[in-house]
């Protein structure tokens, strides 16, 4: 599975855009682009998946360039409790196979 | 519909002890995942099952622990006899492969503290 890097941590104001980029230079032909949501004292919740182009749902866009070797996840407005560590991983997609963590980035919200 | 249920949420034994968790996937979640995230240290796959069987244990650290999911309901994962470096927040996740279905669920993981 390919390895992704990601900025350790990142800071916004509330009411802001927040971007977070993520690498991963060698993923595979069948593998999709997935980022998880952790608050603490919580598990990692889904957020968004992408294979190329654009994706956007009621929380986030996911940007992923042609050659797709990276991804950027976008937040729309920020809030306070959009604080969390945001995981990017790559994977077969299908749901049946191990997701491997990398360190994720701790996006910190101030007011 | 219920998320992934983890019990207990916290756990504090002393080294030498067992301790049990349990997780209890998504009803119909054939595909289920146990994680561990030590101190300091990213979360890292344990194992998997599917239905009854274990497809990948690969990332079981000792014979330490053993996981089990009779009937294709819930798991536990027992750990016997616990070290210090056994302690850690373990995570338990479902999925269902099905087209336009991709997300796995977590649940909240269970705190073991081994002292």
């Known amino acids: 599975l390919a390895k992704t890097t990601q900025p350790i941590s990142m800071d916004s104001y509330e009411g802001q855009e927040v971007n977070i980029t993520c690498s991963h230079n060698?993923?595979?032909?069948?593998?999709?682009i997935t980022w998880y949501q952790q608050f603490p004292s919580q598990g990692p919740r889904f957020i968004i998946q992408?294979?190329?182009t654009k994706v956007t749902n009621e929380v986030a866009s996911l940007f992923i360039p042609a050659d797709r070797k990276s991804s950027t996840l976008s937040l729309p407005r920020v809030s306070l409790s959009d604080t969390a560590v945001y995981y990017c991983?790559?994977?077969?997609?299908?749901?049946?196979?191990?997701?491997?963590f990398g360190t994720g980035t701790l996006l910190a919200v101030q007011p | 519909e219920a998320g992934v249920t983890q019990f207990p949420s916290h756990s504090v034994i002393e080294k030498g002890q067992t301790v049990t968790l349990r997780c209890d996937p998504i009803?119909?979640?054939?595909?289920l995942y146990w994680y561990r995230r030590v101190m300091g240290k990213e979360i890292k796959f344990l194992l998997h099952?599917?239905?009854?069987?274990?497809?990948?244990e690969s990332g079981m650290p000792n014979n330490r622990f053993l996981a089990e999911r009779t009937g294709g309901t819930y798991s536990t994962l027992k750990v016997q006899p616990a070290e210090l470096e056994d302690s850690g927040v373990y995570f338990c996740?479902?999925?269902?492969?099905?087209?336009?279905?991709?997300?796995?669920?977590f649940g909240s993981g269970t705190r073991l503290t081994v002292v």
């Open positions: 996740a479902s999925s269902q492969a099905r087209a336009g279905d991709y997300g796995y669920t």
């Open positions: 060698n993923i595979a032909t069948n593998d999709y």
């Open positions: 992408g294979y190329k």
């Open positions: 991983l790559v994977e077969g997609g299908g749901a049946t196979n191990k997701l491997i």
């Open positions: 009803s119909g979640h054939d595909n």
């Open positions: 099952f599917v239905k009854e069987s274990k497809q990948d």
